[in-house]
């Protein structure tokens, strides 16, 4: 997920089966975002900080990617 926020996306995603990984720019939203997901789901998530500005080359690839 692009933008993770809070996490409802991540939630959402983690929910319905899907490997999560939770990207975004502050720190504090990957923490706030991990926190959510296992407190609703029970599903532990990667996170990822990243500025879409500045995509990293190793960042590997993804079937799905969602941004809220």
Same mark, same amino acid.
């Given at each position: 997920?692009?933008?993770?926020? $809070?996490?409802?996306v991540a939630c959402?995603?983690?929910?319905a089966g899907y490997r999560?990984?939770a990207?975004?720019?502050?720190q =504090?939203?990957?923490? $706030? ?6 407190a609703? $789901?029970?599903?532990?998530? =990667? ?7 500045s995509?990293p080359?190793d960042?590997?690839?993804? =079937?799905?990617v969602?941004?809220a």
């Amino acid at each position: 997920e692009l933008g993770c926020g $809070t996490g409802l996306v991540a939630c959402a995603l983690a929910v319905a089966g899907y490997r999560v990984t939770a990207s975004d720019y502050y720190q =504090d939203s990957l923490r $706030t975002t991990a926190a959510n997901v296992k407190a609703n $789901t029970g599903v532990d998530i =990667d996170t990822l900080r990243l500025d879409w500005r500045s995509l990293p080359e190793d960042l590997g690839r993804y =079937d799905v990617v969602v941004a809220a």
